[in-house]
C-alpha cells in the first residue's frame, strides 16, 4: 500500500462514517423539510404551549366532559354507571384534601415567622378590608340583579316537589350561628380541629293540636258530622353544642396566625423551627404539582359525572332558568367587571393578564367546587405565574379561602330574594338590608366545601321569616351554581393577594434590607473573631 494510500480514509474509519451519516442527514433533512426555519410566530406559540401544557389539557378536559356528558346522557346511563364515572374525580378531590391542612398550618406558619409582627398586622387588616368590601359589593349586585330580573313566580313553585326533610337538618338561629363562628376560632382540641368543627343543634318538641271540623252548615248543627283533625308541628325548645365532621379552618388559621406571630419575635432563638416549617412548605407544594398532572383527567371526570346526575334537563330549565341565569349574571358581572377593576384602581396594572395567571386555579376550582381543595393551585399560580411574594400567599391565601366568600355570598342573596318571590312575598327595604347583613355573616362561616352555600342559606332564609322548607327547589341546579361561584370565591381570593402585596410592596422590601443589614452584620462580627490578637 502506498503512502497515498495510506493517508487516504478506509471505509471503517469513524471520520468517514460521521461525515457521511452527517450528509445523508443533511440530505434527508432537506428532503423533509427538517432544516427549514421555523417562524418566530410559531417557535413563540410553540413555546407558549409547552410552558402552559397542563393549563391547555384542563381546558380540553372541560370541553371534552361537556360534550362527553350531554352525549352519554342520550343512552340513559345507570345511577351506578354515573357513580362509576365520577370515580376518578373524586380522587382528585380527595387528593388535594389531603394536603389541606399541612399547606394551610405549613405556609401560614412559615410566611408570618418572615414577617415582623407590625408588617403581618398591617397586611391583615388590608386583606380583611378587601374581602369584607367585595363580599358586601357581590350582595349588593345580587339584590339589585333579583330585584330587576325577578325569576320568581309563584307557579314555578308548583312544578318541583320540595324535599323538606333535608333542610330540617341544616336549621340554625342566625344568633346561634354566630356564636358557632366564634367557637370554632377558639376549638378546645387543636388535633381535633383537623377533621370536626363545632355546630349548634337542638332538641324538637311535638306539639299537637286538636281541630274539630265540622261537616254541612258549618253551625254545629244536628245535621252537621264532626270530624276530628289532629296536626303535628315540631317546635325547637333547647338548643346544644356537638361536634360535625369537616376541617375546623377557622380554628387551624387562628392558632397559625398566634403561632407564627410568637415565632416571628423568637425569630434568634428559634432558626430552626423556622426553617422546618418552611421546608415543610416547599414539600407539600412539591407534592401539589404532582398532584396537577392528574387534574385534567379527575375534572374530566367530575364534570361529565354531574351532567349524568341532572335528573330532568326540560324541567330544569322551565322551573329555574331565570334563576340560573340571574345567578350566573351576577357571578359574570362581579368576577369579570367588579374585582378586575377595583384591581387596577389598587394597582394600576392589567386585570385580565393577572387572571391568565390564575386560570389553572379558576378551571380547578370550576371541577372541584372547593376553595379548600383549590387552594394548593392558587398558591402555584400566583407564585409561580404571576410572581406574588410567598410571605403575602402563604398569609392571605389560607385566610381568603375561609373568610373571602363573594360568589356565596351572591348567591344566597339571590336565592333568599328569589325564594321571597316564589311565595308572592315583596320584601320591605328592613327585610332586604337584613338578607344582606346575614348573607355576609353566613358566608363567612360557610365551611369551603362543595354545596356549603346552600346549607348556610337556611340561616338567611330564617332572618329573612322566609319558609326554609322552599330551598329545595334549589337542590337540582346547585352542583353547577356550586361549581361557578367557587370559581369566583377562588378569583377573589387571588386579586386580593395581588392587591394586599402591591401595597405591601415597600414594607417587604423595607423588611429585606433589615436582613441584609443583619446579615451582612452576622458575617463582620464572624470575621472579625477569626482574626487572630496580635
Not at 346561634?176 to 382540641?189: E, G, K, Q, S, T
Request: with cysteine; glycine share 8%; hydrophobic share 50%.
Amino acid at each position: 500500500m502506498t503512502e497515498l494510500e495510506l493517508n487516504m480514509p478506509q471505509p471503517d474509519d469513524p471520520m468517514l462514517i460521521q461525515s457521511e451519516s452527517k450528509a445523508n442527514g443533511d440530505a434527508v433533512g432537506t428532503m423533509f423539510g427538517k432544516n427549514r426555519k421555523i417562524p418566530p410566530g410559531a417557535q413563540s406559540c410553540l413555546n407558549w404551549s409547552k410552558k402552559n401544557l397542563l393549563l391547555l389539557m384542563t381546558i380540553a378536559a372541560v370541553a371534552l366532559a361537556l360534550l362527553l356528558g350531554f352525549t352519554i346522557r342520550l343512552v340513559e346511563p345507570s345511577a351506578k354507571a354515573v357513580k362509576l364515572i365520577k370515580f376518578p374525580g373524586d380522587l382528585l378531590i380527595r387528593a388535594l384534601k389531603m394536603l389541606i391542612i399541612p399547606l394551610v398550618v405549613s405556609s401560614l406558619i412559615s410566611g408570618i415567622a418572615k414577617l415582623n409582627p407590625r408588617s403581618c398586622g398591617k397586611m391583615g387588616g388590608k386583606a380583611l378590608l378587601y374581602y369584607f368590601s367585595t363580599t358586601l359589593i357581590a350582595i349588593i349586585i345580587g339584590i339589585v340583579l333579583v330585584v330587576a330580573i325577578h325569576p320568581g313566580k309563584p307557579s314555578l313553585k308548583e312544578l318541583s316537589g320540595i324535599p323538606e326533610e333535608d333542610v330540617d337538618k341544616g336549621r340554625i338561629n342566625t344568633l346561634d350561628a354566630f356564636l358557632d363562628l366564634i367557637r370554632n376560632l377558639f376549638p378546645d382540641n387543636l388535633v381535633a380541629a383537623c377533621f370536626r368543627q363545632t355546630k349548634t343543634k337542638y332538641k324538637y318538641r311535638i306539639i299537637e293540636e286538636v281541630v274539630e271540623v265540622y261537616n254541612g252548615t258549618g253551625n254545629n248543627t244536628q245535621n252537621d258530622s264532626a270530624v276530628i283533625v289532629t296536626t303535628e308541628t315540631k317546635e325547637p325548645y333547647d338548643s346544644y353544642q356537638t361536634n360535625i365532621e369537616g376541617i375546623n379552618v377557622l380554628g387551624l388559621i387562628c392558632f397559625c396566625i398566634g403561632f407564627g406571630i410568637v415565632l416571628s419575635r423568637l425569630n434568634e432563638k428559634a432558626p430552626l423551627l423556622i426553617q422546618f416549617f418552611g421546608e415543610l412548605s416547599e414539600i407539600v407544594m412539591a407534592l401539589v404539582n404532582l398532584i396537577m398532572w392528574y387534574s385534567p383527567v379527575g375534572i374530566l371526570f367530575l364534570i361529565m359525572g354531574n351532567i349524568l346526575a341532572i335528573p330532568d334537563l326540560a324541567k330544569v330549565a322551565q322551573t329555574l332558568g331565570m334563576y340560573m341565569l340571574t345567578v350566573c349574571a351576577g357571578l359574570i358581572l362581579h368576577g369579570g367587571i367588579v374585582l378586575p377593576l377595583i384591581y387596577f384602581i389598587a394597582t394600576r396594572k392589567n386585570p385580565f393578564l393577572f387572571m391568565k395567571g390564575v386560570l389553572q386555579a379558576w378551571l380547578t376550582a370550576l371541577g372541584t367546587a372547593s376553595s379548600s381543595a383549590t387552594l394548593p393551585v392558587t398558591f402555584r399560580c400566583l407564585e409561580e405565574n404571576n410572581h406574588i411574594d410567598k410571605r403575602v400567599t402563604r398569609f392571605v391565601l389560607p385566610v381568603g379561602a375561609t373568610v373571602n366568600m363573594d360568589g356565596t355570598a351572591l348567591y344566597e342573596a339571590v336565592g333568599a330574594i328569589f325564594i321571597a318571590q316564589l311565595n308572592g312575598r315583596d320584601l320591605a327595604f328592613g327585610e332586604i338590608l337584613t338578607i344582606s347583613l346575614t348573607a355576609t355573616l353566613a358566608s363567612v362561616g360557610a365551611a369551603s366545601i362543595p354545596s356549603a352555600g346552600l346549607v348556610t342559606m337556611v340561616m338567611v332564609l330564617i332572618a329573612a321569616n322566609l319558609p326554609p322548607e322552599d330551598i329545595g327547589i334549589l337542590f337540582t341546579v346547585d352542583w353547577l351554581l356550586d361549581r361557578f361561584r367557587t370559581s369566583i370565591n377562588v378569583l377573589g381570593d387571588a386579586f386580593g393577594a395581588g392587591i394586599v402585596y402591591h401595597l405591601s410592596r415597600e414594607d417587604l422590601a423595607r423588611e429585606d434590607e433589615e436582613i441584609a443589614k443583619e446579615q451582612l452584620y452576622e458575617v463582620a462580627v464572624h470575621d472579625d473573631s477569626e482574626v487572630p490578637k496580635s
